[in-house]
């Protein structure tokens, strides 16, 4: 029997990525200041885990950390803690390994700042907190399919067997996108090493170990990777938000 719903009440986000790709914007400021139908990267992050119910944002900070730190000064949901990379890139593991102590040790949110989604229905964070299973699961991640991305220009990432569970789709065509956000349990990082490393390498120690799912969202998944992909996001945006009305 599954267990009852677990909502998380914290969430990682990355955002200390260097956003090399964003130049010349991301010569002054950082990628996740970025502004999508005004509203910054970061931001439609954090909305979305406010609506979600989630109580605290360990937000990590390493380019031009000072930017980030003064915007999310004001923001009164979810609390903000600010994990500091300055000394060294981490990547998306290595920042996660370094914030556990800030986590906890409960299943937790990780979303990724530079990339974001317009909901069609049911929220898809609420979702993916109703399908955590933590009897079988260490990771389940939001999932999308081609057809629903913008500014998706490489290929897929995960084949979905009928339980949920995932392979690497080794750019299959018929694969999902990993859509950059998750819920993760923490003793996945058990004896885990510091220092700059992926979660791909949790990615394929779950896979390995059978707890690897995946749930597909519904609605608009939007990456904006360089400048000139700034007016087909926005483009995007309009669309799903007419849509959803």
Do not use: C, Q
């Given at each position: 029997m599954k267990p009852p719903t677990m909502r998380p009440k914290t969430a990682m986000?990355?955002?200390?990525?260097?956003?090399?790709?964003?130049?010349?914007?991301?010569?002054?400021?950082?990628?996740?200041?970025?502004?999508?139908?005004?509203?910054?990267?970061?931001?439609?992050?954090?909305?979305?885990?406010?609506?979600a119910g989630v109580d605290r944002a360990i937000v990590n900070v390493h380019y031009l950390p000072e930017q980030i730190v003064a915007h999310v000064a004001g923001?009164?949901?979810?609390?903000?803690?600010?994990?500091?990379?300055?000394?060294a890139l981490l990547e998306s593991a290595g920042g996660i390994v370094k914030a556990l102590p800030l986590l906890g040790a409960e299943p937790f949110y990780i979303i990724n700042s530079d990339t974001f989604w317009i909901d069609s229905g049911q929220p898809s964070l609420e979702r993916l907190a109703l399908a955590w299973d933590s009897t079988r699961m260490d990771i389940l991640l939001m999932l999308t399919d081609l057809d629903s991305a913008t500014g998706h220009c490489v290929g897929t990432d995960f084949l979905v067997a009928s339980d949920g569970a995932l392979r690497r789709s080794k750019g299959d065509p018929t694969g999902l996108i990993y859509a950059g956000a998750a819920i993760i349990h923490p003793r996945?990082?058990?004896?885990?090493?510091?220092?700059?490393?992926?979660?791909?390498?949790?990615?394929d120690k779950a896979i390995a170990a059978g707890r690897l799912f995946g749930m597909k969202m519904h609605g608009r998944w939007i990456t904006v990777g360089t400048p000139d992909a700034i007016p087909a996001a926005e483009a995007a945006v309009a669309a799903a938000l007419a849509k959803a009305v």
């Open positions: 986000v990355l955002a200390a990525g260097l956003g090399k790709r964003m130049r010349p914007i991301t010569d002054t400021m950082p990628k996740p200041l970025v502004k999508i139908a005004g509203k910054t990267l970061l931001d439609w992050g954090l909305d979305s885990l406010e609506a923001r009164k949901a979810p609390k903000i803690v600010i994990s500091d990379e300055r000394e996945i990082f058990k004896d885990a090493p510091t220092g700059s490393h992926s979660l791909n390498v949790y990615f």
